[in-house]
């Protein structure tokens, strides 16, 4: 099963992902989190990524194909959600490709749709666990202590692009560039939309019978 999830940032695609490869043993492919972590590597590769990602602009596709070539290619689980990816015209050939060429299928899109303002106040309340990566809301899903993560015990922190300027960029980035490739997956009648203004179980419940996993 290859699944993509498709969303502005904020709409809780990631969340969704993670529940479901931990629950399933699925493979998360979250593309902002790879590239997160060719940042903190220290890498050549690394720095040139920072330039981008902090200002909300996509990362070029020649440092996508370089990523793509390193991790998803040659992953061997065949059950897998990719989050953040596609999110271009380009992009989307890319992952095309790279089916074709593994003898995989693409078996839906999941597009997750969330009004604007929702998004804003989503993403200026979000952190995440430095050692974990767990990612919580301050309204919509606290931590049990304010500002501590319940599974490391760690201080949790905020992502330097989760700022009212960068979100708004990265929002307009997604519109122009993103939204787009929606056809292309409504018109192969791949696509399914999720309203992600729903609870988290209830959006779970509901990806988990449209993906048919038990
Ligand atoms: P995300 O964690 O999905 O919100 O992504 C954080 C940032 O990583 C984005 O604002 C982009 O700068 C970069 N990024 C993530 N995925 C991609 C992608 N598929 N193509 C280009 N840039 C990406």
């Given at each position: 099963m290859i699944?993509?999830?498709l969303g502005p940032p904020g709409s809780g695609k990631g969340t969704q992902a993670a529940m479901l490869?931990?629950?399933?043993?699925?493979?998360?492919f979250?593309?902002?989190r790879v590239l997160r972590e060719e940042i903190a590597s220290g890498s050549e590769l690394g720095i040139e990524i920072r330039k981008f990602t902090d200002t909300g602009a996509l990362v070029p596709i020649s440092i996508i194909r370089v990523i793509v070539e390193k991790t998803l290619r040659s992953q061997e689980n065949n059950q897998v959600v990719l989050d953040g990816?596609?999110?271009s015209d380009e992009q989307a050939d890319l992952l095309d490709d790279v089916l074709r060429e593994t003898n995989k299928k693409l078996d839906g899109?999941?597009?997750f749709n969330l009004d604007d303002s929702v998004i804003i106040e989503r993403l200026v309340n979000r952190r995440f666990c430095p050692v974990c990566k767990?990612?919580?809301n301050l309204v919509t899903a606290p931590p049990k202590f304010?500002?501590?993560?319940?599974k490391e015990g760690a201080v949790l922190a905020t992502r330097p692009d989760d700022n009212a300027s960068v979100i708004m960029k990265r929002l307009s980035v997604y519109r122009m560039e993103t939204e787009p490739i929606l056809t292309r997956y409504r018109s192969a009648d791949l696509l399914s939309e999720i309203d992600a203004s729903l609870d988290i179980q209830v959006i779970?419940?509901?990806?988990e019978s449209l993906l048919r996993l038990k």
């Open positions: 699944a993509i999830f490869a931990e629950r399933y043993d699925l493979l998360h979250d593309m902002g990816f596609p999110r899109a999941f597009y767990t990612v919580y304010e500002g501590i993560c319940d779970k419940t509901h990806l």
